[in-house]
């Protein structure tokens, strides 16, 4: 029997994403588009179904409309069935307890119930975040015949970068014998990914004594380090490609890798999928690409009309690409149209953003940082919010960032300077 | 809850003329327009107009047909009350037949008008490329009272013997109809989409059923109903319309679709199967770096390294860098390797053409005649493996399933049909 059976899903979507900034402010990270068909938790539902696992609790939070109308009942990632199913567990009042969920422990532990119906021998705990191509099966099968009560999935990453993850020292054989969540001197550059293999009783005594005794709600900073020593925790490493797609250059460039299939990602061989019904992707026609059009390195959704010269580029269903307009290295969601001789360069445009005859957007000095979000955009990206407006020959530095809906037409002149945050 | 009108589309039938296409499949189960194929347009028209309850009568091959419709959900066809039947041959008490034709096939499943007992029934073929609401067809119909609506479009008096016609009166009524007349009175060519008043259609069909010699609706129960004064109507569409009853229409057809006087596709909205398993879960095109495509449609999961120009691209296609396709209709999934070119051909789903090989290449000869449908488009059956280096002229028919040990010569003329 596949251990899958007897293993229960529970899958952490509730993130905001804050450092995606406009790009997530009206849905929860995991729903947000990514490489032209999909959307970010796409990844990670394809990963469930290819190990065949078969009971998954959703966990959402944050803005979850999107999100759950894109899951719907599970039937793409074949998660429907007399066993099969997907539940969608938002937050909820308890007998005494009202509460948002804490952190990503609470989440799982204000849910024990819907654990407790299908008492589950292994719980394997997810977050729909991560753009990546991973066997739930193999390390399944690891996590028993280790005999582990915990497993964790880790890889190595930058030295410099060790302060965003929780890190691991191991002895032999993989045995963890330290954890540190999010410190500036690691000790180690293993990281964990989030992804945990966890024996149902040890999940159940744990969360007890640590979120039921209010000691803290996180796995990374709370459960994990408690269970040092007095548990068998397992380093589960993972080479691959693997991305957090956290910020707005990550996610751009792990957009943009979708291109290469040497990078790693490639979604032909991962085998993604998604709901086909999203954006009304079931209504829309193949790609026209038209006479005097130039499409390059690109990645392009159906329902496409280019008649201008694309490169580099992912476009998203629905996007039309007037005669004459150039895009490179950006990145257009669905139903944007892009005027004749336009230029994107470096660009976001969240749906149905409209540019002008004659725009130019995303050019400019990438050192002159976003005004009230530098370390969002500092990079020489631009991102136009979902249905922002540029007006016939505006000019749009880099760095820049357009609110949903803003109207550009009140912008004095005709160039927004490097760095600018228009936000009506 | 009684449903007013219910749908019956005719999806059974094969034509010699498509050649290798229809080999394993009914004609309404033939790849159009890179993703769809041609039951889409009428299954969406059904659903945008409303019609929920519709069965399809299928009897060639119907595999890949049954797999694609499905239980019907793509064209929200699911419900307490909506429903799509696929309505097959099957053996009765008395009547153990294949179905002798269009009118013997409804009437053989008239237990499906009897389970919904509709007032109206609205028949049409799955053959056809167009978008059509039928609402205002099924409100003339009632305004005027008429036993039975006839779509109808002008077209060129030349073409005219190539339809059933009609000929209608200033209120609307059909006064002569006439089935692929030499030189018919009319110009006004039945798009083969009949809205009947569900009594009169039963009526007609037993009447059929016992005295009938082709069983067909367009050659004995049409031109009867208006010989005998019936209140027969037409409804002008002048909208888009194709039909593919041979390879070089059906070439044309599909090439309309990347013409500067293109319909507005978009504006359609028609649904197919995209969870079937040839679709599957394709990922948006790639254009690859070095890649140049013009003037074509591509759909998702194409892979596109070489030359793409006035082309049809399906899902899933492979085309290799240095490879060039012009003027080409490629089926699902076939893969055109390194330097090979093709040029006016057809490749049905799932064929390989190996390295450097040529098709519909033009070698200056004109292509053999066999007869007046023989075109010069070169036609490749499913699944069939071209060898590398291999070139093959216009005009040439290779059948499904070929490998490479069929091929025996460097060289195929045009006009040559290549068999197992």
């Known amino acids: 029997m596949r251990p899958a059976r007897d293993t229960l899903v529970m899958l952490l979507a509730g993130g905001s994403g804050t450092r995606l900034n406009i790009l997530s402010s009206r849905r929860a990270k995991p729903a947000v588009p990514f490489g032209g068909s999909y959307r970010i938790i796409d990844f990670t539902l394809s990963n469930i179904m290819h190990a065949g696992l078969e009971r998954v609790g959703l966990l959402t939070q944050y803005k979850p409309f999107s999100l759950m109308d894109h899951v719907k009942g599970g039937e793409p990632w074949d998660l429907i069935g007399r066993e099969r199913g997907i539940k969608v567990l938002p937050p909820h009042t308890g007998e005494k307890e009202s509460d948002w969920y804490k952190g990503t422990a609470d989440a799982v532990w204000q849910n024990l119930w819907f654990m407790e119906d299908y008492k589950p021998d292994k719980v394997l705990i997810l977050s729909g975040d991560h753009i990546y191509r991973m066997d739930y099966e193999a390390m399944i099968a690891t996590h028993e015949r280790r005999g582990a009560d915990l497993t964790i999935a880790s890889m190595e990453v930058p030295w410099e970068d060790t302060y965003r993850f929780g890190v691991m020292s191991c002895g032999d054989e993989g045995w963890i014998t330290g954890f540190q969540e999010k410190e500036r001197n690691a000790s180690s550059n293993l990281a964990s990914m989030g992804i945990y293999v966890f024996r149902y009783a040890t999940l159940v005594e744990e969360l007890r004594a640590v979120v039921g005794g209010r000691q803290g709600y996180d796995f990374g900073h709370d459960v994990i380090p408690r269970m040092l020593r007095k548990r068998k925790l397992l380093s589960y490493p993972f080479r691959g490609y693997w991305r957090d797609v956290g910020t707005i250059k990550s996610y751009v460039d792990a957009n943009l890798d979708c291109l290469d299939p040497t990078s790693g990602l490639d979604l032909r061989s991962w085998h993604v999928c998604t709901n086909p019904d999203q954006a009304g992707r079931g209504d829309r026609p193949p790609v026209r690409v038209g006479s005097h059009a130039v499409v390059t390195n690109s990645l392009v959704a159906e329902g496409c009309v280019i008649d201008g010269h694309v490169?580099?580029?992912?476009?998203?269903?629905?996007?039309?690409?007037?005669?004459g307009a150039h895009l490179v290295g950006s990145l257009v969601m669905h139903d944007c149209v892009v005027g004749h001789d336009c230029r994107l360069v470096n660009t976001v445009a969240d749906k149905e953003v409209v540019v002008g005859d004659g725009a130019q957007v995303g050019e400019g000095d990438p050192t002159?940082?976003?005004?009230?979000?530098?370390?969002?955009?500092?990079?020489?990206?631009?991102?136009?919010?979902?249905?922002?407006?540029?007006?016939?020959g505006l000019v749009i530095g880099t760095n820049c960032l357009v609110y949903p809906g803003a109207n550009l037409r009140s912008v004095a002149g005709t160039r927004v300077p490097d760095g600018s945050t228009i936000t009506r | 809850m009684k449903k007013q009108i219910v749908g019956m589309v005719l999806a059974g039938g094969r034509v010699d003329e498509l050649s290798v296409l229809t080999a394993k499949r009914p004609k309404s189960a033939v790849p159009v327009w890179g993703m769809y194929r041609f039951i889409d347009f009428v299954l969406s028209n059904m659903m945008h107009s409303g019609i929920d309850a519709v069965g399809v009568l299928s009897q060639y091959r119907p595999y890949s047909l049954n797999a694609?419709?499905?239980?019907?959900?793509?064209?929200?066809?699911?419900?307490?009350?909506?429903?799509?039947?696929?309505?097959?041959?099957?053996?009765?008490?008395?009547?153990?037949?294949w179905y002798r034709g269009t009118a013997d096939a409804v009437y053989q499943n008239l237990i499906f008008l009897?389970?919904?007992?509709?007032?109206?029934?609205?028949?049409?073929?799955?053959?056809?490329?167009?978008?059509?609401?039928?609402?205002?067809?099924?409100r003339q119909h009632l305004d005027c009272k008429a036993e039975l609506t006839i779509a109808l479009k002008q077209v060129p008096r030349e073409r005219a013997p190539l339809f059933g016609t009609a000929v209608v009166d200033r209120s609307g009524r059909v006064v002569t109809y006439e089935e692929k007349a030499a030189k018919p009175a009319g110009d006004l060519a039945s798009l083969t989409v009949y809205v009947f008043n569900a009594d009169v259609l039963v009526d007609r069909l037993h009447e059929n059923a016992a005295e009938g010699r082709t069983y067909q609706i367009y050659s004995e129960i049409i031109p009867r109903m208006v010989a005998e004064g019936a209140r027969v109507h037409g409804y002008i569409f002048d909208g888009y319309w194709r039909y593919a009853r041979t390879l070089d229409t059906y070439y044309a057809a599909n090439m309309d679709i990347i013409s500067p006087s293109a319909p507005e596709l978009a504006t359609w909205q028609v649904r197919t199967n995209l969870t079937s398993g040839t679709l599957g879960d394709p990922a948006p095109a790639l254009f690859l770096a070095g890649s140049d495509t013009r003037d074509?449609?591509?759909?998702?999961?194409?892979?596109?390294?070489?030359?793409?120009?006035?082309?049809?691209?399906?899902?899933?296609?492979i085309i290799e860098a240095g490879a060039v396709v012009r003027n080409s209709i490629v089926m699902h999934h076939s893969r055109i390797c390194s330097g090979a070119t093709l040029d006016r051909a057809v490749l049905d789903k799932g064929v390989v053409v190996g390295s450097g090989a040529r098709l519909g290449a033009d070698d200056g000869s004109a292509p053999r005649r066999r007869s007046k449908a023989t075109s010069d488009l070169t036609v490749v059956g499913k699944g069939t493996h071209i060898p590398e280096g291999i070139v093959i002229g216009r005009g040439c028919i290779l059948h499904p399933d070929l490998a490479e040990r069929h091929f025996t010569a460097a060289k195929i003329a045009a006009g040559t049909t290549v068999g197992p």
């Open chain 1, 311 to 323: 490169e580099n580029c992912v476009l998203f269903p629905g996007v039309k690409i007037g005669a």
């Open chain 1, 368 to 392: 002159v940082a976003n005004k009230p979000f530098p370390t969002h955009l500092d990079t020489g990206i631009t991102v136009l919010g979902k249905q922002a407006a540029v007006p016939r």
């Open chain 2, 68 to 97: 694609h419709l499905a239980n019907g959900a793509p064209w929200d066809f699911v419900g307490r009350t909506r429903e799509l039947r696929i309505l097959s041959p099957f053996r009765g008490a008395e009547d153990t037949d």
């Open chain 2, 114 to 138: 009897d389970h919904h007992s509709p007032e109206l029934v609205i028949i049409a073929s799955g053959d056809h490329v167009y978008s059509m609401d039928y609402r205002p067809l099924i």
């Open chain 2, 296 to 317: 074509s449609l591509v759909c998702p999961g194409a892979s596109i390294a070489g030359t793409v120009e006035a082309s049809i691209i399906s899902p899933g296609v």
